[in-house]
């Protein structure tokens, strides 16, 4: 087949959107389709942890619809993605189950991560002008209902993301419940973000120039029009929205109430962004997660190729996150090249795929981490710190594989039954951390001293051992003392014994 139709479904906090997909090597992504409505789950979801039954009962009806669409285009796959309302409801894995027996379709819920970089995608799937905008002082800015996403470019690399619980639908709903009173709503969400806002700005942007800000989502493009403003222009904007009553400033918008209604909590933070930032364009993309969902699918089945790194995006936000907490440089540096370079030797023996190698090399980067808060428990500090960082493109369960490579890369390995009942950890993914904590034990041990002792490191694996070739004219006994230990442990992982043959230099 010359093209492939593919339907991506986006179930968010205030709406349900379908988009239809052409996908071919010669035209790229082409939009066929797209259908939106209401449904404000994160509603209650946000107030109470619950999705009512009504509400439940109308994205059936809603999704059953889509379904038939779907049909009726002959789609040849789909991906449907729920977002923060479902996630943060109790009880979801009941409700995703009933929803699957009653529409035929199965849902994903997104970690918050996988959410934002799915979003990033969507933008990205504009190769030409992305890899333009992105080149100076840019941040990507994704108001959602439950909360914003901040991240932050360094010329065209994606060096941190942040994520803050304010987002437009949760803001709204906290205002409106302080009663009838108010008049000016835009004033009470400014002093209830300011805050936390401020605090974002003193410890991730410092005194960085943002120029370029990008704006995910039709929330604002509905209102502008255009692809992209000034300054000057959104500053108009926002006294339109606030100046006026909601229907008044609907009507000159030539948009819904409702719509203007949404709007307010999202200019106030957005302004804010544009003020304390220097920003000067404000780009407005028009791009949804169903957008991301899309390219990603084209990208993973080879329809279109990704002109952007999205890997070393991930990669270079880990940097990012060992430079906060001062990480040594120079050891992870080798450490990295000695644990990937084990990796591919051994990958007859340990059957992993690329994927898992990206989340050693992250283990790597951020193996040390824990030493910030304390060198008495660094592997449980790591693995403390690791959790509670979301690093975009990771989902839960991967970033879960990674703090457990770092906690166990120096405490006792734990038996499955151990490590399943702290986190839920299946069978594959024990085996996944077993591996690479053995090889990250003995890539780590070949550095013990943080000195790079060891210089024109080879590797070569044997039918009973794999052979580390190393040169160094200084003393190594430290190494040498450690070694054994670790070597016992890739043993047992591997059936295979690593060996350290040392050559003298002058």
């Given amino acids: 087949m010359q093209y492939k139709i593919f339907a991506a479904i986006n179930i968010g906090s205030y709406e349900v959107e379908m ?4 996908l071919s090597k010669s035209k790229g992504m082409r939009e066929l389709d797209s259908v939106r409505q209401i449904l404000e789950l994160g509603k209650e979801a946000y107030a109470d942890g619950k999705i009512s039954m009504e509400k439940i009962e109308s994205l059936c009806i809603l999704l059953q619809s889509f379904k038939t669409i779907m049909e009726g285009y002959k789609a040849d796959a789909y991906r449907a993605c729920a977002t923060s309302a479902v996630r943060e409801t109790k009880g979801r894995v009941i409700i995703l189950d009933y929803i699957e027996k009653k529409t035929g379709l199965k849902i994903e819920v997104l970690s918050n991560s996988e959410q934002r970089f799915l979003d990033y995608k969507s933008i990205a799937s504009s190769e030409n002008e992305f890899n333009k905008i992105i080149q100076k002082g840019t941040a990507i800015i994704d108001v959602g209902g439950g909360s914003v996403q901040f991240s932050l470019f360094d010329k065209d690399r994606l060096i941190s993301t942040q ?3 304010i987002g437009n639908l949760r803001l709204r709903e906290r205002v409106e419940s302080f009663g009838r009173n108010i008049t000016h709503m835009e004033r009470v969400i400014d002093e209830l973000v300011n805050s936390d806002l401020a605090s974002f700005k003193k410890m991730y942007l410092k005194e960085r120039e943002i120029k370029n800000l990008i704006v995910v989502g039709d929330n604002l493009r509905d209102v502008a029009k255009e692809p992209s403003m000034t300054r000057e222009a959104f500053m108009e904007l926002y006294t339109l929205v606030t100046e006026y ?5 609907a009507e000159r918008l030539d948009v819904p109430v409702e719509s203007v209604h949404m709007l ?29 969902i899309a390219y990603e699918y084209a990208a993973q089945n080879k329809i279109i190729k990704t002109g952007h790194d999205f890997e ?8 990012n996150m060992a430079k906060r907490y001062m990480c040594n440089k120079n050891h992870i540096r080798m450490l990295e090249e000695v644990s990937l370079e084990i990796f591919d030797k051994m990958k007859k023996l340990h059957g992993l795929d690329a994927r898992k190698r990206l989340l050693l090399q992250i283990a790597a980067i951020l193996h040390g981490c824990g030493k910030y808060i304390s060198l008495a428990n660094v592997a449980e500090c790591s693995y403390s710190i690791i ?3 979301e690093i975009i493109g990771l989902s839960h369960s991967e970033r879960e594989i990674i703090a457990n490579i770092v906690r166990y890369n120096t405490l006792e390995f734990e038996d499955f039954e151990q490590m399943c009942g702290e986190g839920g950890i299946t069978k594959e993914e024990y085996l996944t951390i077993a591996k690479l904590t053995a090889i990250l034990r003995v890539a780590n041990t070949l550095d013990r001293s943080h000195r790079q002792k060891l210089k024109n490191i080879r590797i070569v694996l044997g039918e009973e051992e794999l052979v580390i070739r190393v040169e160094t004219p200084e003393d190594i006994s430290l190494e040498q003392g450690l070694f054994p230990e670790k070597a016992d442990f890739f043993r047992e992982v591997f059936s295979i014994r690593p060996v350290i043959k040392k050559k003298k230099t002058g």
């Fill in 19 to 22: 988009k239809i997909f052409e």
């Fill in 163 to 165: 994520n803050i619980r």
């Fill in 245 to 249: 009553s909601l229907d008044e400033a």
């Fill in 264 to 292: 307010i909590p999202s200019l106030v933070i957005h302004k804010w962004i544009i003020e304390e930032c220097g920003v000067e364009t404000v780009w407005l993309p028009g791009f949804h997660l169903s957008d991301g």
């Fill in 312 to 319: 070393g995006d991930i990669i270079a936000a880990a940097r």
């Fill in 387 to 389: 959790m509670a960082t």
